[in-house]
């Protein structure tokens, strides 16, 4: 039978045997045989018999921490002198004792309010000494009793008792029961590694139910109220009822510790194989003379780490990865994410750098070999080309930023900077980045967490001094996952910029030595923090002059080449050229005007291909059979000088454009209205031009009643394409004094600027896109503001030859220029003939809608 393995279960024993101690008693020669003479003993001695009142008075004994059950053989470990003494008494009279739990466990010397009520009759054997100092005796549960009353205290307690009798027969629902719960005792000992299977053999082989339901409760883990709880359970089918419950507690928690244990063992099991199979791999490769393929990958990723040129810092940082790395097994899921940060530390550039060619001549030489014109972008390189030859300090590379309108070759020209400064060169596109994690990278607790943009372009550049090109950052987004802006502000700062610090590398790297060059078509979106940390060098659009020569030099030659043509006897007249410029494109740059040679010249391929002939010249009369008809209709000055009608010149996105403005005057209640898709302040200027010829009606030989008695209406044509902008003044006012006074407006007369309620002509912008509008329309003279004379420099020497240029500060000075002497008698202003109407643009073949004009 099973005896209670629990040694704190003792009859208050003073100090418990140490683990050690109790191996060393349990292993002496004649402990088996010194308990088996011991349990032969307690059976001879009998039960107590009761006295006439059904009481038995016996010694007691409080047990602490422990409850016995009937049919219990267990051995007792005593240290109080009150319970040595009852044991001694019990032994001398050859006589059982009465054995009560404690409550109260840690109470020294107990009372009878410090213990149950229900106990049990015990039996003990013989005291054996123990290494501790203790006494250990050998106990067996008899019979339940009841204490009713404490008649001794002194040297040791003397109690009375009621025995309690069970029920000797065996119901079928009863023994039902019994098979249930023998069902459960027997899968809680197949779980329970600590119960061995004698248990539940002995349990088969009990036929009473309570002692079946008492063995039970003496083997599985109950706590010591729930243990008491049962012994004073004196029906035996409900204390088997009991049992059944806490059987099935038991068996599921159970299995839980038998499925977390299968677990842990399968873990234990795979990584146990997993590193026999791992020795016994290095033992093949030790005796063919091969390494552990982990061992040699970490060796060499050591050596990287010494070889490579790392700031202090960083080396220490890669060494502490790599020792992280070294302590885990191959397959360990984190292996691949140290992996990865390690390789991008060492493939990063931290010391290699290119030598700049510093070379004036050369750099000039390529420059104009690869571009035409661009004077301004080409003088500052070679500045700074001159300033690094000249000085051995260390200089920031400038940070440019090319703005101009699509396809005038600021991108092309970056290519050309870095070839002529011996620089890898780098491009990096920035349009529709809306995430400040593409710039900084994502930190590494993140899954498939990355570098930004900015180091991935480094590693592809592979030194610390490459040309970068930070294309379309006025394209840049935002939303919630941040401001892409916001972090280049670190990044294009020459102060802050050597220690940019990566989000997913979290070291500082140095961006110090690159030489930024940023792109743009507009600097209304790019924050004006980020402007301020860029130097801005202008790309305007393209003369027709510039693109002639640009497509003689580059254009034709390139597209003969692509298009298998560069052996034929070829030409492409200039004239051809300028009618594609005029009328099949409309742009500030060249990438239509290619599109059109090429399409061109894939015609002439095709027919060459097919065996037919191929004509040497391409002339413009003959454009129309290989790329249709034209597509726009150049815009020219107006042909005759009329009443109401002037020329205005705008600013576009593709350069530049001429604006005719139009007056009307039909009889009504002086309204003024204005169509054409105009914004506010275009309209503002409409009424302040409105304003001022109010106030000057009387010099302009006006009459003021008309005002009151004529509706004016002021149209744009091209009435889709939006207009704004307050550089429109000057041109709605002459047109409002040529309508009223009725003197014509000279057709070779262009204008701009903004106009005061006094008259003032106040500065544009867009002057040189303006003036080459006009030279491309035809106009013979152009009126400017006073101020705007300064801005000339731009405009190339050809326009500023044909045109002739009228500054004036006053309208007074914009009427002389622009309009005729007012006739000698008074004419009615009448409406413009629809004879004498230039064409409609567009008329001539399909019409496309052009960019928003705005008057600045």
């Known amino acids: 039978m099973r005896t209670s393995s629990s040694r704190a279960a003792s009859a208050g024993a ?85 054995a009560v739990t404690q409550t109260d466990p840690q109470v020294e010397d107990p009372g009878p309010d410090d213990w149950h009520t229900v106990g049990l009759e015990l039996a003990v054997g013989r005291m054996l000494r123990m290494p501790d100092s203790t006494t250990s005796v050998l106990a067996q549960g008899r019979r339940r009793v009841q204490v009713v009353a404490v008649t001794k205290t002194e040297p040791y307690y003397r109690a009375k008792a009621r025995v309690i009798e069970e029920p000797t027969g065996k119901p079928r629902e009863t023994e039902a029961l019994m098979r249930a719960v023998l069902a459960l005792f027997e899968k809680c000992v197949q779980l329970n ?12 082989n009990i036929e009473e139910p309570g002692w079946l339901a008492d063995l039970i409760a003496s083997t599985i883990n109950l706590d010591l109220a729930e243990r008491q709880s049962i012994l004073e359970t004196f029906d035996p089918a409900t204390r088997l009822q009991r049992i059944s419950v806490l059987l099935g507690r038991e068996l599921d928690v159970l299995e839980l510790e038998d499925q977390i244990h299968s677990q842990v063992q399968n873990e234990v099991d795979r990584g146990q194989r997993e590193m026999y199979l791992r020795e016994q791999m290095k033992a093949i490769q030790t005796e063919l003379g091969e390494s552990d393929l982990w061992t040699t990958e970490l060796g060499e990723l050591r050596e990287r780490i010494t070889a490579t040129a790392m700031p202090e810092e960083v080396e220490h940082k890669a060494a502490k990865e790599l020792e992280r790395l070294g302590q885990m097994p191959p397959m360990a899921p984190e292996v691949g994410i140290i992996r990865t940060y390690l390789d991008w530390l060492l493939d990063l550039p931290w010391a290699a750098t290119t030598i700049d060619n510093l070379d004036l001549k050369h750099a000039a030489t390529v420059l104009e070999r690869e571009h035409f014109g661009l004077p301004k972008a080409k003088e500052r390189i070679l500045e700074y080309m001159a300033v690094r030859q000249l000085t051995t300090e260390s200089t920031h590379a400038p940070i440019l930023c090319f703005v101009g309108p699509p396809g005038t070759g600021k991108t092309s020209l970056g290519k050309s900077i870095a070839e002529a400064l011996g620089r890898k060169f780098a491009r990096l596109s920035l349009g529709g980045v809306r995430d400040e994690a593409d710039i900084r990278g994502h930190r590494r607790t993140y899954v498939g967490a990355l570098p930004g943009r900015l180091i991935q372009t480094m590693r592809r550049a592979g030194t610390l001094n490459p040309l970068l090109m930070l294309d379309e950052i006025d394209k840049l987004g935002q939303d919630f996952r941040g401001d892409p802006a916001a972090a280049l502000l670190e990044v294009l700062d020459p102060e802050q910029n050597k220690q940019f610090v990566d989000h997913y590398l979290d070291v500082d790297y140095d961006l110090s030595q690159v030489m930024f060059i940023t792109t743009a ?52 007249t200039d004239g051809a050229v300028r009618r594609i410029v005029r009328s099949y494109t409309y742009e500030a740059g060249v990438r239509n005007l290619e599109r059109e040679i090429a399409n061109v010249l894939r015609k002439l391929a095709r027919r060459k291909a097919e065996g037919k002939r191929v004509p040497a010249r391409v002339t413009a009369e003959a454009l129309h059979k290989y790329i249709g008809p034209p597509q726009y209709t150049p815009l020219e000055a107006e042909r005759e000088d009329e009443v109401g009608v002037v020329t205005a010149v705008a600013w576009t996105e593709a350069g530049g454009d001429t604006m005719p403005i139009e007056v009307s ?34 010099p302009l030989a006006v009459e003021y009643e008309r005002f009151d008695k004529t509706d004016t209406h002021i149209h744009i044509p091209e009435g889709a394409i939006p207009k704004d902008g307050p550089s429109a003044g000057i041109s709605l006012a002459t047109a409002l004094i040529s309508a009223f006074t009725g003197r014509k407006v000279h057709k070779e007369v262009g204008m701009t600027g903004e106009i005061t309620l006094r008259g003032r002509v106040l500065p544009v912008g867009g002057v040189k896109e303006k003036v080459l509008a006009a030279h491309r329309a035809g106009l013979k003279k152009i009126i400017l503001p006073k101020q705007n004379d300064k801005d000339l420099v731009d405009v190339p020497k050809s326009a500023r030859r044909e045109l002739k240029f009228v500054f004036v500060e006053h309208m007074e000075a914009v009427l002389a220029e622009a309009l005729f002497p007012p006739p000698q008698e008074p004419i009615k202003p009448k409406a413009r003939s629809a004879a004498k109407r230039p064409a409609a643009p567009g008329a001539k073949g399909k019409a496309r809608p052009r960019p928003g004009r705005y008057a600045n």
């Open 14 to 98: 003073g100090r418990l045997a140490s683990d050690h101690e109790y191996r060393e008693w349990l292993a002496r020669p004649d402990y088996a045989e010194t308990m088996s003479r011991r349990a032969e003993e307690l059976y001879d001695i009998g039960e107590a018999e009761p006295d006439d009142d059904g009481l038995i008075e016996l010694p007691l004994l409080p047990l602490r921490d422990m409850v016995m059950y009937p049919h219990m053989v267990t051995p007792l470990f005593v240290g109080r002198e009150k319970s040595l003494a009852a044991i001694r008494a019990a032994q001398a009279a050859n006589q059982t004792l009465l």
């Open 193 to 204: 590694r600590a119960l061995p299977e004698e248990a539940y053999v002995f349990a088969m």
């Open 521 to 572: 078509n507009v600097l209304t979106t790019v924050p004006p923090a980020l402007q301020d940390r860029l130097e801005l060098i202008e790309f305007p659009g393209y003369v027709e002059e510039e693109k002639l020569n640009i497509a003689r030099k580059y254009l034709i030659p390139r597209q003969m080449l692509e298009n298998g043509l560069k052996d034929a006897k070829l030409a492409v």
């Open 665 to 698: 005057l039909v009889p009504g209640k002086g309204g003024l209205q204005i169509t054409g898709q105009v914004g506010e302040v275009m309209q503002e200027s409409a009424q302040a031009a409105m304003s001022y010829l109010k106030a000057r009606a009387r």
